[in-house]
């Protein structure tokens, strides 16, 4: 198992880093914290966090508007504390993955504002600039990511620029070869201080068509969705040319030992597997965000499983994530009970798993009152349930006033059950999710099937979903009951062996043979003779 590089074996844990701790009281988490917290990282089993970014911004996408990339907002701390964060780490023996922005700065940083200082400048064309289309208006129909136009005209020069998210987020040209040059340097910068890779932001969006063509209708777009889903980001995104941009950043991460690039993409499964380059000259992984949006049942689950295995280009390594600070968390979307057996079948799937900070405890649904609303796109588009503030709530260590998180108001409310699910309290609890979650990390450390070993789809019964695991001589199966009854799979014929563990109350070393009955919601992990 140990052939196996650490980004393959080892399990990511994904840290919003104004939520984890705070330590001086502004109710805004900061680096010392996530430094604080990493005996209980160690104590739950994770292998490497990556922290969303911390760079100096304006905070208007809350640091994916950056203004500086080779430093730490005072927010968060100094770049010394970050080098004590990461010797700590490493002296732990946990990885640590920056957040990487490449695709747009904040308008606050200074390449921005020299190239908004005069058309002549010779970083105006860092950014995308355009001339305003024939009869007046913007170049195109292209459309911002969080509702509105996504160009924004300049009156002193006469020509928009063009941003996919806020009007503070000015796109950067990736045509431009200083601006590669510039940001090779910037992902050195990181290197050299000994980060062990990136997760790269919207790396999809990096290149765009070049001659700026409108973007065709979505025939599918209905009410109550988000603007940005009237048209099919055809020519938006995911232009070929983005490919060979993401073999020039594996190049310069390559120079360096046992790094990894990890990319933000969403697209359907034949798209993102492009991702993984010619020859997997690109990221080691692709973000696989499937869960993120499946329906709960075990025909689709194991559909997407089936795709996404097959579409894997040889040599491809897969991953696998459940909840991150941009979609509602796992409980949220599908209730507490079904989040345990969702984090089994994260932890227990072939390929890297991503767990997001407070899903171990189960955090489910916050309510966010209009008036301590912050993510910009519920701003712009109210009411159409796209805020991301729910998943970004402070993280519950104990039953205090502010569940240890700070001494001051927190950034965002808590959610209103921090009393009773905290990491204190379930820490204590033999059955918690926290302790389930804990025992699944264990398991698929200590075991070479569930960590490296192959997969193979098993019957599907009713709503159960059941796959087998394999190496060498050892042999998992895993049987996940998606339904609220109690149902039962029949075993392969050859299949006898013991409950090595289970998301419900079932006792542990349990045999088992012939047929297994399944308790609502339950998942099982049979260690097989
Ligand atoms: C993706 C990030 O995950 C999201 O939080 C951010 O708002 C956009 N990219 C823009 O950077």
Redesign the pocket.
Known sequence: MHNHLWWKRGIIYQIYPRSFQDTNGDGIGDLEGIRRRLDYLTWLGVDAIWISPVYPSPMA?FG?DVADYCNIDPLFGSIDDFRLLLDDAHGRGLKVVMDF?P??TSIAHEWFQQSLSAKDHPKRDWYIWRDPAPGGGVPNNWVS?FGGPAWTFDEATGQYYYHA?LSS?PDLNWRNPDVCCAMHDVLRFWLDLGVDGFRV??IWHLMKDPDFRDNPVNPGYGEGRGEIEKFLQVHSTDHPDVHGVIAGMRKVIDAYPDRVLIG?VYLPVERLVTYYGQDLSGAHLPFNFQLLEVAWQAQRVADLIVEYDRSIPDGGWPNWVLG???RPRVAARIGEKQARVGTMLLLTLRGTPTLYYGDELGIGKIHIPDHLVHDPWEKNEPGLGLG?DPERTPMQWDASEAAGFTTGTPWLPLSSDHLSRNVVLQREDAASMLNLTRALIALRRSSAALSVGTFALLKLQGDMLAFERRYSEERVIVVLNLCHNEECWDMPADVVGKILLSTGLRAPDEPVSGSICMQPDEGVVIRCH
């Open positions: 996408d994916y922005v695709n747009h990511s998210f987020q932001d919207v933000e991150n600070h941009d991301r």
